[in-house]
């Protein structure tokens, strides 16, 4: 990227030369008051009221992170979107500003949709993001700050140029499939390149621009990649390091890095991904052999988890997921609540040891909201047993605990026909006996469990191997039957021979952010109890399996509320 100044400057030219468009700072910034509800979250990012959903243009910028979303500011339902605006000095607390980016062109004039940050040379951020024009095409637009001496990029100014990449009779983009703009990568031809999602009938494509000045794009004779997975939203491409925990910027290609090439299935509404090999002279992503693409593929989260977004943190020097947690309740629900959506905590993400997957761990920062820590050691759970981790705040809390098994050979049978995970977890709930599980952890649980979402394993054996599922079942959750209550699960590629079972779960209220293996497998619930909420919640460990399991070490704490919005 150092060599691009004559790409930058090409770029500032069209811009001096051509005008700018500023947006007026019309919109003021929506604040208010919220009453105490038992579903509002203490440390999960929300705005005080109405529709969020996808995180975008997410970067840090002289220090300050930036987070923009999607939002309504006239209800709790999708619609009349705009690109709020946040920032943080920690990604734990959030300061609002007024919308960034809101229709004002005829390029975006019946809504600004999602988009990607790009640092330029000089450090020199430019937005891509997605606009609906008066004929309700979908096509890419570009803003750039207009004080770059403002950490905050309070303000916000559009292209003239705007739309630069538009459906036509000639290049046969799917007018109605046409959107989310990645971050930007610069070549070895020196020519910056980005992906829009899209679809031809039921092929998801991920389309490829190329531009010398980032404002004129050419759009590349074949796609990055395409699967026959239907429409492919919010795509995210990027590298991960071979070896270490450590991110790099998004334009780092060689032998030393894999690629990640993301995609969010409109037809699920599943984040999956694959690991692979990027030829950036050709243009094309291979996945490695073997890689699955669907939703019986790999995901970021089994759970709630969508339309996520990565940046590379500069600061750091580590690679950060955001992803958006949609409802689990009605809508009628929701318009009486008077809001919708939050955000997931900001994951730090890297490869796996074993090359074959990526791994997820909250951010470290989300620590400084520890308090009340309690502690257990070398606790056995007996068949059946049950017991609860007092001296927390349990509505909203951080318990990370790590298991030992000793008798594996007593796991049950792995039948042939047991390959879907979430399946099994709504076969084999928590309820259901066991030899080895269900143990785990009962969150937002109420007196006497009439409510509780577990979050626990259960071990088999199958061709002389262990296979561990993570479950979380949500069937119990809340008395209320309009909820969904669809159980998640997943298989945890963990070596549990040789190493302890770890789960480390974020309850918020309503949310049940999980990690199991140190990260390996992530799954986010969202569930609404009626008994067991704010101080009525309790927290347990339990086994309901027939052999005992011993708890290694449990540590748990309350959360203090952040300051957010």
């Known amino acids: 990227m150092a060599n691009s100044h004559v790409a930058f400057l090409l770029f500032l030219a069209l811009f001096v030369g051509h005008g700018v468009v500023e947006l007026q700072a019309s919109h003021h910034v929506y604040s208010y008051a919220s009453a105490k509800q038992p579903y509002r979250t203490g440390y999960h990012f929300q705005p005080p009221k109405n529709w969020i959903n996808d995180p975008n243009g997410i970067m840090v910028y002289r220090g300050v992170y930036h987070l923009f979303y999607q939002y309504n500011p006239k209800g709790a339902v999708w619609g009349n979107i705009v690109w709020a605006h946040s920032t943080s000095k920690d990604l734990v607390n959030w300061t609002p500003h007024k919308p960034a980016i809101y229709p004002s062109q005829p390029s975006d004039i019946n809504g600004c949709w999602s988009g990607s940050a790009t640092i330029l040379p000089g450090g020199r951020p430019a937005i891509l993001y997605t606009g609906i024009d ?3 095409r979908q096509v890419q637009n570009l803003a750039i700050p207009k004080n770059l001496s403002d950490p905050y990029l309070r303000e916000w100014i559009k292209s003239p140029k705007n739309p630069l990449m538009q459906p036509t009779a ?3 983009i799917n007018a109605s499939s046409f959107r989310d703009p990645t971050t930007a990568w610069f070549g070895p031809d020196k020519k910056w390149r980005v992906i829009v999602g899209s679809k031809v009938n039921s092929l998801g494509l991920a389309m490829v621009f190329k531009s010398k000045d980032f404002v004129n794009w050419v759009q590349s004779k074949t796609p990055l990649h395409s699967a026959n997975t239907g429409m492919w939203e919010c795509p995210d491409f990027y590298p991960v390091p071979v070896k270490g925990q450590n991110g790099v910027d998004t334009s780092v290609n060689s032998p030393y890095v894999k690629h990640v090439l993301k995609t969010s ?3 699920t509404k599943h984040d999956l991904y694959t690991i692979g090999s990027y030829d950036n002279v050709k243009d094309v992503y291979t996945p490695d052999e073997g890689s699955v693409e669907g939703d019986s ?3 970021y989260d089994y759970g709630k988890y969508y339309a996520s977004k990565t940046f590379f943190d500069n600061v750091k020097n580590r690679r950060i997921l955001m992803g958006w947690i949609n409802e689990s309740s ?6 009486k609540k008077g809001w919708s959506g939050v955000h997931a905590i900001p994951r730090k993400i890297w490869l796996a040891r074993s090359g074959k997957q990526l791994v997820q761990w909250p951010v470290t920062e989300i620590q400084k909201l520890r308090a009340n820590h309690v502690s257990l050691t070398n606790k056995t759970l007996k068949g059946g047993s049950v017991i609860e981790v007092s001296g927390i705040t349990a509505a909203q809390a951080d318990v990370d605990v790590s298991f030992e098994i000793a008798d594996l050979e007593k796991a049950e049978v792995l039948k042939p ?8 977890c709504s076969q084999k709930g928590a309820s259901v006996k066991g030899r080895l599980g269900p143990f785990g952890l009962l969150v937002l649980a109420s007196d006497g469990l009439k409510e ?3 979050v626990f394993f259960r071990i088999f054996k199958s061709h002389n191997k262990y296979v561990v599922l993570m479950c979380s079942d949500q069937s119990r959750s809340s008395r209320n039957q309009d909820n969904d209550k669809t159980p998640y699960g997943a298989f945890l590629d963990v070596d549990i021979q040789h190493q302890k079972l770890s789960l480390r779960s974020l309850i918020d209220h309503s949310i049940v952010e999980s990690f199991g293996g140190g990260g390996k497998v992530c799954i986010t619930s969202r569930v609404y109890p009626t008994l067991a909420i704010n101080k009525a919640a309790h927290l347990y460990a339990f086994n309901n399996g027939t052999q005992s399991i011993k708890i290694a070490e449990l540590n748990a704490w309350s959360m203090n509320t952040a300051k957010i919005n």
Not at 330 to 335: K, L, R, T
Not at 417 to 424: A, C, D, G, H, V
């Open 452 to 454: 509780n979402t577990a």
């Open 330 to 335: 009605s809508v009628a629900d929701d318009i």
């Open 134 to 136: 008066p004929l309700n």
């Open 170 to 172: 000639q290049n046969h």
């Open 297 to 299: 593929g790999l995901r």
């Open 265 to 267: 299935l409109d037809e």
């Open 417 to 424: 026909s047991w390959t879907n995970p979430q399946l099994l």
